[in-house]
């Protein structure tokens, strides 16, 4: 019997696939050095045509149990569908590009969530972010240390997260609806109603798609998606075009198209429509604000050479209280929309400049 696996296995570990040919060999590998815990893995495919699932059913399991089941495509949809094969009382969502470089990492995490005083504790793994050397170090540092605070829409499925079977079935499943960020819905709706705690142990991921797509261009699109969810602008991610590829098919990313069709789903609107959306998502815009004092002590903290998390957050203490003074109201909330009007205007003929020449 392989050394980490039994018929009652502690944890389950619930991965999405998709056309993952070329990495699941990697992730497998990685999984196989873990120790002193006993779990399964579930591959949850969603149709690949790229030769993983003929790999997969010629992989020799040596160290863990492993099943593949397959549906139909969508993140939440087969995370959901990984979750009625689970055997375990505790249940570890994650990506096939995450990465565990402690030996005892899943050993290590399950202590800290038994421990926990309440059951409505769940765990997100410190997250790190594997890619080349480039001028953009500053900005993966950034998002590195904002992964750790554990703030609203900080909690990402890159992370992982681990949870009680008993605390899923009080906040799941996964939204079947969203097509995108799926799992920053979950994570907050968990806020609700429990507590998330960062594990002791790091978790990383692969930057492909941001190398690929261009980090900036990326984020952009990010940060619209994150926007237009959070005010449920449900018109924007039915005519969006591929806003989330999939990886074997990622390239750079050009954001006119987006742009330009934010303009035109805008000009559908009513004056009154309009004006509301404006107003809904600069009230987005200034809940995040916070982001800019932070950038301040992430940017010194890199420059000092410290590592993620390690620095102190000095402008976030001191501004984040004046901040919310300040412009937690109608007045501030009508300043953010302002900005956020203009920031969209300049950033629309900036970049459909660029990308038509």
């Known amino acids: 019997m392989p050394d980490n696996f039994s018929s009652h296995p502690e944890l389950s570990l619930i991965v999405p696939v998709l056309n993952e040919r070329d990495e ?42 492993l099943k593949v089941v397959a549906c139909q495509p969508g993140r939440a949809r087969q995370l959901n569908h990984g979750v009625r094969f689970a055997q375990a009382d505790w249940l570890l969502f994650l990506h096939v590009d995450s990465r565990f470089e402690d030996c005892r990492a899943l050993r290590k995490a399950l202590d800290h969530l038994q421990t926990a005083q309440s059951h409505k504790v769940a765990g997100h793994f410190p997250l790190t972010f594997r890619h080349g050397e480039d001028l953009n170090s500053a900005a993966y540092y950034f998002y590195e240390w904002k992964a750790r605070l554990g703030l609203p829409e900080t909690i990402h499925g890159d992370q992982g997260f681990l949870l009680s079977r008993p605390l899923f079935r009080q906040v799941g499943p996964f939204s079947e609806a969203l097509t995108v960020m799926e799992d920053t819905e979950f994570a907050e709706r968990l806020r609700l109603l ?102 301040l002590d992430a940017g010194r903290a890199f420059r000092a050479g410290l590592k993620p998390g390690q620095g102190r957050t000095a402008w976030l203490d001191c501004m984040l209280p004046l901040y919310d003074f300040l412009t937690d109201n109608f007045v501030g909330r009508c300043l953010a929309t302002g900005l956020l009007r203009c920031w969209f205007e300049l950033m629309r003929r900036g970049i459909i400049g660029r990308e038509s020449r």
């Open 24 to 65: 699941l060999p990697l992730f497998l590998a990685a999984l196989s050095s873990q120790l002193d815990v006993n779990f399964e893995l579930i591959l949850c495919d969603g149709g690949s045509t790229d030769g993983s699932l003929q790999w997969l059913s010629e992989y020799q399991v040596k160290r863990f149990g």
């Open 194 to 295: 429990g507590q998330w705690q960062l594990l002791p142990v790091a978790v990383s991921t692969s930057a492909r798609r941001f190398e690929s797509e261009g980090l900036w261009q990326r984020q952009i699109l990010g940060a619209l998606i994150m926007c237009f969810r959070s005010v449920g602008w449900d018109d924007f991610f039915s005519r969006a075009p591929n806003i989330y590829r999939q990886q074997s098919r990622t390239e750079k990313l050009r954001l006119s198209p987006y742009f330009q069709l934010i303009t035109e789903l805008l000009g559908e609107l009513s004056l009154k429509a309009r004006w509301t959306l404006w107003y809904r998502s600069g009230c987005y815009v200034r809940n995040h604000g916070w982001q800019l004092f932070f950038a």
